[in-house]
Each structure stands twice: as structure tokens, then as C-alpha cells.
């Protein structure tokens, strides 16, 4: 971080300066807004999640799911990943937001182009034919993704979460409607498809429109070298955690079968981490930029949200490991029984993502954006072995090693985390002791109940 990043912040009053009147009611309001928007984000997914996991087997979300990671490794090439480098900036100009602005767009267009021309390629490749008619679709989420980085960066800097929210209520509703409209039609596999590039088209709208915001020519190749080493370093953390390299090579290894189980799997634990850690992440990560020089309210906030973040998904992972086996069949149909230990592995490995998501804010937003990169490259990467290692036993012995490899890495980060802002473990242990023995004695009385 230079010293005109930390000395000569955007002057308040300015339209990309960071919100400073009253931070403490507008994280209140901030964390309310963010509640209702990945609220309602997670109650539109989780409806067409579970009609389409009924009308769907698991080679077809397979097929879905190994399509939509081609598509998310072609976009770790875009740089949306610039816009986290925009909330972190203090001294934001136009050159910034004008640079990433067409930075982002040229090459979401050149990855768009890309995946159409080798389509045809891929799905010789994977042996899914599907690939062929998916790809040219799916991949034109890329260009409205990348539209929508710069405005959506602004209004997440300005704390403006009340737009966020209408933004998910108008683009996840009209994604959600498409998708059951098209599901009762009888193309339930397009469905999942079209209705993921009209939720992205229509977020990109929304955000042009709240954001107050439009694209000018100011580009500056310099500008650019001022987000450079915040902005990498964000893009290569993207790179390791979007780029889906586990569905690839489990699709290819495995099957389209086993990835949609796989998928299936992922899908709902994306949807509760979103509800959970998800909640707290946007407000987390703008009070943290705006607190770099103010250690000790900075250490009472990342105290505070860890146990609130704890008191949220500690429960809901853990209530989840004891129903599972019943709620799974029941809810979503017999055909994903094989998934529940999938599910309950991943469920560990969101207790822990509660508090991951305060400890990468914390981390990259105090100037270490570079340690939380090669932390997530470990914690990625090191799924690959793993699969390649335990394919031929099956699913679930690949997903024990991953939930084993997680406790062995995620305690590096807490005290990582810890040093910053100078408390003991102790103190840490103390904040999350409430929440994890409410978690353990609910699951326990959960499991207890005869249905469970």
C-alpha cells in the first residue's frame, strides 16, 4: 500500500469517496440491507434449486456443472477481480473506474470469443456434447459480468447496500421466473443455462442504473498501474477459488454422474455460506478499508463480526450435518441420496468459511493481499492431488480428504489474522465459545428427534 493510498483519501463529499458520517448506523443498516439481499438471493435460488434437482438427474446437472466451469475458468482471465482493488483504493479517481471499465470489458469479450471458437474442442475433449450448444450461450454472462464490475464496486463503496438488494430482487427474480417458466415448458436443462445469463444481464442493468455511474474515456495505463498490486493479487485469488479446476478434473475422472453429485453438493453449500458469511462480507470489507488507520475500533469490529458471523453459520452447517440424511431424500428426491455425505463434509467446511470470509477482509484490505492469495492458491490447489489420489475410491473419500485437509490450513489464517490487529488466541477462542456450544447442543437435540 503506497502513502498517498493511506494519506490523501478521496475527499468526503466527492462521488467515489467512502461513507465516514456515522459508520457505526450505517454498518447496522448495512448488515440489514445485506441480510435482505442475500435473503431473498438465497430464496429464489434454493426454489429453482429444488425444482430443477427434481426434473434433473445428475448427469444433467453434471453436464451443466462441467460447462459452467469452463465458462468460469475462461473468465478468471477478466479482471473483475480490479473492482475489490476500487473499494480498497482511498485516493479514487475517474481514471481508476474508466480504466477497469474497458480493461474488463475488451477481455471478457476476447474470452466470450474464445469459448465459442473452441466449443466444439471442449466438448470432444470432455466427451459431453452438450458442451458444443451450452458454451456460446453460458459464456455471454462474461461480458455482462464484466459490465457490471466498476458500478458495482462504487455502490459497495459508498455502503449503498439497499441498491444491492434491489438489484438481487429484479435480476435474481427475473432469473428465477425464466427458469420455472422453462422448466414447465420441458427444457428444464436450458432452464439452468438461460437463466443464468438473464440474472447477470439483468444485474448489469440495475447496477448501471443505481450506481449513478457511466463509463467515460479517461483511461490511463498508469491508473491501472496504481490498483496493479491490490488488483493482481484479487484476480489471482479469484483465479484459485472460480476457476473450478475440481469440477474439470472430477467430470473427466469421474464422470458427468459424480459431478452432479459433486455440484449438487456445492450448490447448497454455496447457497448457505451466501446466507450466512455472505451476509456480513460487503459491509466487512468497506469498514475495514475505511478503518486501515484506526486499530483499535478495527479490532472491536472484527471481533464483533466474527461472532456474529459465527452465531449465524454455526448453526445452520451444524443443524444441516444432522438432517441431512433425511431432509436430503425428502426435499430434493431419492435420486441425490449419494450426495448427503458430500453435503455434511462441505457443511464442516462452512463453519470454517463463516470466519474465513472476516479473515480475508481483514487480511487484503490491511495490505496483504499478496499472503491471502498464496493462502487460497494452498487451500485450492490442493484439491487437485486430492482428487487425483482418491478418484478410484469413490466421491466420498475424496470429499473426508478435502474437509481434513481444510482443518490442517484454516488455522494458518486465523493467525495470520490475529497479528494484525493483536489479540491472543484466547481472546479469539472466547468470542466463538457462545455460538459453538449453542451449535453442538442444537445439532445434538436435532439428531435426537426420531424424523431426523
Not at 474464445?114 to 466444439?120: E, G, N, R, T, Y
Not at 427444457?187 to 450506481?211: E, F, G, N
Given at each position: 500500500?503506497t ?8 475527499p468526503?463529499g466527492?462521488?467515489?469517496a ?7 448506523r ?9 441480510f435482505?439481499?442475500?435473503?431473498l ?25 462441467l ?9 478468471t482471465l477478466?479482471?473483475?477481480a480490479?473492482?475489490?482493488?476500487l ?15 474497458w ?9 466470450m ?10 466438448a ?5 456434447p452438450?458442451?458444443?450448444?451450452i ?9 455482462f ?8 464496486a ?6 449503498q ?13 427475473l432469473g428465477?421466473?425464466l427458469?420455472?417458466?422453462?422448466i414447465?415448458?420441458?427444457y ?11 440474472t447477470?444481464?439483468a444485474a ?24 496493479r498490486?491490490?488488483?493482481l ?8 477459488t472460480?476457476a473450478r479446476l475440481?469440477?474439470?478434473?472430477m ?11 459433486y455440484y449438487?453438493?456445492?450448490?447448497l453449500?454455496?447457497m ?6 455472505g ?7 468497506v469498514?475495514?478499508?475505511?478503518l ?9 469490529y472484527?471481533?464483533a463480526a ?8 454455526f ?16 426435499l ?7 450426495a448427503i ?20 477482509g ?15 492458491a ?7 492431488p ?11 473419500a ?31 477462542l472466547r468470542?466463538?465459545a ?11 437435540a ?7
Amino acid at each position: 500500500m503506497t502513502a498517498s493510498n493511506t494519506l490523501r483519501p478521496t475527499p468526503a463529499g466527492h462521488e467515489f469517496a467512502y461513507h465516514t458520517a456515522n459508520r457505526a448506523r450505517a454498518s447496522v443498516m448495512g448488515l440489514l440491507w445485506s441480510f435482505l439481499n442475500v435473503g431473498l438471493s438465497v430464496l429464489l435460488t434454493a426454489g429453482v434449486f429444488l425444482v430443477t434437482s427434481r426434473v434433473l438427474s445428475p448427469a444433467e446437472f453434471g453436464a451443466v456443472a462441467l460447462a459452467a466451469a469452463t465458462v468460469s475458468l475462461a473468465g478468471t482471465l477478466v479482471p473483475v477481480a480490479f473492482g475489490e482493488a476500487l473499494i480498497q483504493r482511498a485516493d479514487l479517481s475517474r481514471r481508476h473506474t474508466d480504466s477497469v471499465f474497458w480493461l474488463t470489458l475488451l477481455l471478457a469479450g476476447a474470452a466470450m470469443l474464445l469459448l465459442w471458437w473452441m466449443a466444439p474442442l471442449i466438448a470432444r475433449w470432455t466427451g459431453e456434447p452438450l458442451m458444443t450448444a451450452i458454451l456460446p450461450v453460458l459464456s455471454l454472462r462474461l461480458i455482462f459480468d464484466a459490465g457490471m464490475t466498476v458500478p458495482a464496486a462504487l455502490v459497495q463503496r459508498r455502503m449503498q447496500f439497499r441498491h444491492i438488494a434491489l438489484r438481487t430482487a429484479l435480476a435474481n427474480g427475473l432469473g428465477a421466473v425464466l427458469c420455472i417458466w422453462m422448466i414447465v415448458q420441458g427444457y428444464a436443462l436450458w432452464a439452468l443455462v438461460i437463466s443464468q445469463v438473464v440474472t447477470s444481464l439483468a444485474a448489469c442493468l440495475v447496477t448501471l442504473a443505481v450506481a449513478r455511474w457511466r463509463p467515460g474515456v479517461a483511461v490511463s495505463r498508469a491508473a491501472l498501474g496504481e490498483l496493479r498490486v491490490f488488483g493482481l493479487y484479487a484476480m489471482g485469488g479469484r483465479i484459485v477459488t472460480e476457476a473450478r479446476l475440481d469440477q474439470l478434473l472430477m467430470g473427466v475422472l469421474l464422470g458427468p454422474a459424480t459431478l452432479g453429485l459433486y455440484y449438487f453438493a456445492r450448490r447448497l453449500f454455496r447457497m448457505l455460506c451466501d446466507l450466512t458469511s455472505g451476509v456480513f462480507a460487503p459491509v466487512t470489507n468497506v469498514l475495514i478499508a475505511s478503518l486501515q488507520t484506526q486499530t483499535d475500533q478495527r479490532r472491536d469490529y472484527y471481533l464483533a463480526a466474527c461472532f456474529a458471523s459465527a452465531s449465524l453459520a454455526f448453526p445452520v452447517f451444524a443443524g444441516l450435518i444432522a438432517i441431512a440424511p433425511t431432509a436430503i431424500p425428502f426435499l430434493f428426491g431419492e435420486q441425490w441420496t449419494e450426495a448427503i455425505f458430500a453435503v455434511q463434509c462441505l457443511s464442516i467446511v462452512g463453519m470454517m468459511a463463516g470466519l474465513g470470509i472476516m479473515q480475508s477482509g481483514l487480511i487484503r484490505y490491511l495490505g496483504h493481499p499478496g499472503w491471502w492469495f498464496w493462502y487460497q492458491a494452498a487451500m485450492q490447489v490442493s484439491t487437485l492431488p486430492l482428487i487425483l489420489i482418491f478418484y478410484p475410491l469413490g466421491l466420498n473419500a475424496i470429499m473426508a480428504a478435502i474437509v481434513l485437509r481444510t482443518l490442517c490450513l484454516w488455522p494458518v489464517s486465523v493467525i495470520k489474522a490475529q497479528g494484525l490487529i493483536g489479540i491472543t488466541m484466547g481472546t479469539y477462542l472466547r468470542s466463538l465459545a457462545a455460538p459453538g456450544i449453542a451449535a453442538l447442543v442444537m445439532a445434538l437435540a436435532v439428531s435426537a428427534v426420531p424424523w431426523a
